[in-house]
């Protein structure tokens, strides 16, 4: 998916890298790196716990035997514009089926706007939480997977994380949803039963109850964020790369959920929420059987090994033949094999 939805840009590639880059790699490639970004110029100092002066002098002059550079200020990242639903699906053979969608978002921490949609997506799908709605719906109802999450930052490694990584910023993030894995005959319906609960939500708004819930758990959950000096100077470093001025983003995260409204959350719902227009990724076995189901809108329903509840079979009803617009030319299937080269 960021393959996709950055191509093009620095970011637009594998961050495990892949097989043609390890072969062609020289040692002045190295030499070259290590000397745009290894130097006196690019590095920031913090130091955290019990220490006195002489620990900060020591270890800045040992920093200060660096070589010569500059300030490494990176390049603008601007990924193009995602126009509709595009899908890629990686053949592979599996007994379960991987779903990422999402679209780069045009906005930071340093945006007060941040605040409110972190609320919303909280809401819709926290990192690792059970109380999450996308959780509730696709997992804890119909029993599909173990994990629907969503983020409207970039968040490497989160198979190992429950809370936030620091020191990982990017100058465009981007909305996404993980759905992790389905089994292979439910990934069209769920889908659609993921996409659905976002439209749901960008046409509704927050319910009431759900702004109330998620905003006195965030007012609580994200004191765990940063639990030791470690973290806290991981967030203090990013504020700097955001600009995020005084008291910092974690105290300026709990000051806001006291005092954000529900007509601001909506407002940042309806603006940076787009279910029209991402990237879609399955990786399953039989993509063309996939595309040809996506692009007709071919009825998905579902059949479940234990009874549900009347409630859940009438909405599968609805979910089975929510309409997604897409185009065959905006379905691309490609092997496994071919991401690692």
């Not at 992790?180 to 939500?201: D, G, I, M, S």
Request: proline share 6%; net charge neutral; hydrophobic share 35%.
């Amino acid at each position: 998916m960021y393959n996709e939805i950055y191509k093009n840009t620095p970011y637009g590639h594998l961050s495990t890298g892949t097989i043609s880059s390890l072969t062609s790699i020289t040692l002045d490639d190295v030499k070259q790196f290590y000397k745009r970004y290894f130097n006196r110029s690019n590095f920031t100092l913090a130091i955290g716990g019990g220490f006195d002066d002489n620990l900060v002098n020591k270890v800045w002059d040992e920093l200060e035997k660096l070589p010569e550079g500059d300030l490494n200020k990176g390049v603008d990242i601007l990924p193009a514009k995602i126009t509709g639903l595009n899908v890629v699906i990686v053949e592979k053979k599996t007994n379960a089926t991987a779903i990422s969608l999402g679209y780069p978002i045009d906005i930071l921490r340093n945006n007060p706007e941040w605040y409110p949609l972190a609320l919303a997506n909280s809401w819709l799908g926290e990192h690792r939480n059970s109380s999450s709605h996308l959780y509730q719906v696709i997992r804890e109802a119909r029993g599909l997977n173990y994990g629907d999450y969503s983020y409207i930052e970039y968040y490497p490694n989160g198979g190992r994380l429950s809370k936030p990584p620091v020191n990982v910023p990017l100058k465009k993030h981007l909305f996404e949803i993980w759905i992790r894995p389905v089994p292979n005959e439910t990934k069209h319906f769920t889908l659609r039963a993921a996409l659905r609960e976002l439209q749901l939500l960008v046409d509704g708004g927050l319910p009431s109850d759900g702004f109330t819930m998620t905003r006195d758990f965030l007012k609580k959950y994200v004191l765990h964020y940063a639990p030791n000096t470690e973290m806290r100077l991981g967030y203090a470093i990013d504020d700097r790369y955001y600009g995020v001025e005084a008291p910092g983003h974690l105290q300026k995260f709990r000051e806001s959920m006291s005092s954000v409204t529900q007509d601001q959350v909506n407002s940042a719902i309806k603006k940076y929420f787009s279910p029209e227009n991402m990237v879609i990724v399955f990786i399953t076995e039989n993509a063309e059987a996939l595309k040809t189901a996506l692009v007709n809108n071919t009825p998905s329903p579902i059949q479940y090994q234990t009874p549900k509840p009347e409630s859940v079979l009438q909405q599968d009803k609805m979910i089975s033949s929510f309409k997604l617009n897409i185009k065959a030319e905006n379905v691309k299937i490609i092997k496994v094999e071919e991401l690692f080269n």
